[in-house]
């Protein structure tokens, strides 16, 4: 029961209580591009792409229209995953998961989030 108690009044709160964690902000704000190494980082699908679509094999252009699309896609997530970990930052949800816990054993002292 009071566990249920905990996560419905975390739920309410949550964007609040990570709204003012330091960590969880930086790590959302290095997604952002600042830099024009991001930008190149960030053109690497499309240009991927684009290659890919001149070389597939393919006689079906709407084929090659999906494959292409197909391979930027994994193009970026590689791309996101790379500058995280050249960012040296953790997951948000490892983040998220260690705020949450410090919120518990506070809620569980003093029946307060924060």
Known sequence: MKEETFEQLWASQKKQILSRNAEYQRIVNSYQMRSG???LLF???LVGAIVAFDY?????EILNWI??????IVLFCLVVALK??????RSLA???????????ETWKKTGKLT
């Open 94 to 104: 490892e983040v998220e998961a260690e705020v949450k816990q410090q919120c518990f």
């Open 84 to 89: 995280s970990w050249l960012n040296g930052d």
């Open 37 to 39: 190494a991001d930008w």
């Open 56 to 60: 597939l094999p393919f006689k079906n």
């Open 67 to 72: 494959v292409s699309a197909i391979i930027a």
């Open 43 to 45: 053109a690497l699908p």
